[in-house]
């Protein structure tokens, strides 16, 4: 199969999105850098590479000596001394810095509930802090607030600062304030977190000071935009009563699947001193369209941000190294769909989901890289040009500012809100009687999920693996392992 690599790309400088923030993205609180240990409270959490999912080391066998296998992209990249391809997970040595806010300051008085299968948390005040980004240095307060943060509007964010609500370093300033180096931005603000799906979070495995995870879709992993209590972490510390969780790995929101999560910073450490050895290797199961390449399919394009604010991740040569080995397990001609086993080399943002997409099998129900109304008629197949970028990120920044607007106007009831008329075929609207913001729709079923899932970890002395999700074994019903691979022992030890 040959599939032509588009060489003219954008390199948009839009600024991050973190999680559809409605301030200050506690990313910060719990992310020193990129390269650097995460942290929660004021312990460090090891983050196995510079993006926070899908990172995996090489297979034993190289797939490029197996008869069949089809390489797509452009040359393969040089190994580095560790074995990953451009290098990507050697640490820089930054400056430590210390979190600011600790999760047993809040989570205490934290309300879960449940409601129409969802966990749901009633609203409370909370103040987001955060040093600044280097990419806010030398722009004004209201412009950073304007072009990082999308849930609320310019005039907000002018009161917001006036009022002294929006601070730097514990002072009230004006919205023209220059952002410098070292400051410390906070937001008072009373939150209301989206609900996620109500499944458990299970701790299939705890052994020698780890604990082995399955996560469900539809929830974070740890505190980020607009998720704090609805989030792994802290659902498990709420609820099962652990106290530091440093999660090896991560994944996307929508992601399902197997996660490690140490007990201790030796312990974490102990795990990316492995990943950076290449001693531990994961898989990934997907649906996808159509009828994916029969035997081994490698891709090696490298992907670059397209666009912060979004996370938006384009293939551009100009971008980082990544590699991704697939392999089909089973297609359907009903449903022209396949089921395909990912392995990813290299641990880019979204890098499982690009790479199919570049390969013209997107992830079925992926709702960012599988949408022709935005990427047009091929769907991002082979790459897309410069411009088609820069109108691609145009179209997706005004949905998201729709889809505010969208989600204000379906406003449907909510705790602590006061009813107001509307329409009488629309929803009426509910405002929270507190800060006056309007309450969500419910996300409906099919979007709590994407057909993405963590299947395997493994490593030389111990592995595991989860159960698949419904989806797969709807597809496969007898499958138990993967395709020309040794079946491993469920819950070796670690």
Not at 26 to 45: A, W, Y
Not at 273 to 287: F, H
Not at 451 to 460: G, P
Request: charged letters at 30%; hydrophobic letters at 30%.
């Amino acid at each position: 199969m040959t599939i032509k690599d588009r060489t003219q790309f954008a390199d948009s400088s839009t600024s991050l999105r973190m999680g559809s923030s409605i301030a200050i993205s506690e990313t910060e609180l719990i992310t020193i850098s990129t390269d650097q240990p995460m942290t929660l409270g004021t312990k460090e959490v090891v983050s196995s590479s510079e993006s926070t999912q899908e990172t995996v080391p090489p297979a034993e066998t190289d797939p490029a000596t197996v008869p069949g296998v089809i390489h797509q992209g452009s040359k393969r990249h040089k190994e580095s001394k560790h074995g990953h391809y451009g290098g990507e997970q050697q640490h820089k040595k930054q400056k430590k810095r210390v979190d600011l806010v600790k999760p047993e300051d809040d989570l205490k008085d934290a309300q879960y509930y449940y409601d129409n299968g969802l966990r749901k948390i009633k609203p409370y005040f909370f103040k987001y802090q955060t040093y600044a980004k280097g990419r806010w240095l030398g722009r004004t307060l209201i412009e950073v607030f304007d072009t990082e943060f999308r849930d609320r509007d310019h005039a907000f964010y002018e009161r917001a600062i006036r009022d002294g609500r929006i601070k730097i370093n514990g002072a009230t300033v004006t919205q023209d304030y220059i952002v410098k180096n070292s400051d410390v931005v906070a937001h008072d603000i009373h939150r209301h977190e989206p609900p996620v799906a109500n499944l458990p979070v299970r701790v299939v495995r705890q052994d020698d000071g780890v604990i082995i995870v399955d996560k469900p879709s539809s929830i974070p992993v740890h505190p980020s935009g607009r998720y704090r209590h609805n989030t792994v972490l802290h659902i498990l510390m709420k609820e099962q009563g652990f106290k530091d969780l440093f999660p090896v790995n991560r994944l996307d929101r929508l992601t399902s699947g197997l996660m490690i999560i140490a007990l201790s910073v030796k312990k974490a450490r102990e795990f990316e001193l492995m990943m950076q050895r290449c001693e531990i290797k994961k898989e990934y199961v997907c649906k996808v369209k159509g009828q994916f390449p029969d035997g081994v399919t490698e891709c090696h394009q490298p992907i670059h941000v397209a666009c912060f604010k979004l996370t938006l991740n384009t293939v551009h040569p100009d971008g980082k190294a990544c590699s991704t080995i697939f392999e089909r397990m089973r297609y359907d001609p009903e449903t022209d769909t396949s089921i395909v086993l990912a392995r990813p080399i290299t641990g880019r943002t979204h890098q499982i989901r690009v790479h199919l997409q570049w390969l013209g099998h997107p992830i079925t129900n992926d709702p960012l890289y599988h949408n022709q109304d935005f990427w047009g008629r091929l769907n991002g197949q082979g790459g897309i040009t410069e411009e088609v970028e820069k109108e691609l990120v145009r179209k997706l920044l005004e949905k998201g500012d729709m889809d505010d607007e969208f989600d204000r106007a379906l406003a449907t009831a909510n705790v602590g809100l006061v009813h107001i008329d509307s329409a009488p075929d629309h929803p009426q609207p509910e405002f929270c009687n507190t800060c006056g913001l309007p309450s969500r729709e419910d996300p409906e079923p099919e979007k709590r999920i994407m057909y993405l899932h963590a299947w395997k970890y493994q490593a030389k002395d111990w592995s595991f693996e989860t159960e698949l999700p419904d989806w797969v074994k709807e597809a496969m019903p007898l499958i138990t392992t993967t395709a020309e691979t040794t079946p491993s022992t469920k819950g070796n030890d670690l």
